[in-house]
């Protein structure tokens, strides 16, 4: 086990493990099980509902499994790609909390916002850290 997770940095490993939850766990909780009355999907800060929700989680999905495989192997190509999509993500958040009615408004925006871009930066700032292994 030690040497599984020495095989990538910390940072790599808690992502690596939120990405193989949301595609393992979650996302086909989601799409298999949750009923579509209830299932929401945010894509680009835009909440959505019922069966666009439920075909919207499909990418998701693949989103998530592709990160997990390009953290489990640490592969090239996931530099620049992750830290754009946690950009992505920090921008979708700002504009989630200021137009949807359960947002929490500008404050809490900006919060969200400057955590995924502190995340993004140390993505973007690591190219070498993609190269540990092909």
Request: aromatic share 24%.
């Amino acid at each position: 086990m030690k040497q599984f997770f020495s095989a990538r940095p910390w940072w790599a490993n808690a992502l690596l493990a939120f990405c193989a939850y949301m595609a393992i766990i979650y996302l086909p909780f989601d799409l298999f099980f949750k009923p579509v009355s209830d299932d929401q999907e945010v894509w680009f800060g835009i909440l959505f509902s019922g069966w666009v929700a439920k075909w919207l989680a499909i990418p998701h999905w693949f989103v998530y499994a592709w990160g997990a495989y390009g953290f489990f192997y640490m592969k090239k190509w996931m530099w620049p790609w992750a830290g754009v999509y946690v950009l992505q993500v920090a921008f979708s958040m700002m504009v989630w909390q200021l137009s949807d009615d359960r947002g929490a408004g500008l404050f809490q925006g900006l919060v969200t916002l400057g955590i995924f871009s502190v995340l993004a930066v140390l993505l973007l700032r690591r190219p070498t850290a993609f190269n540990q292994q092909t």
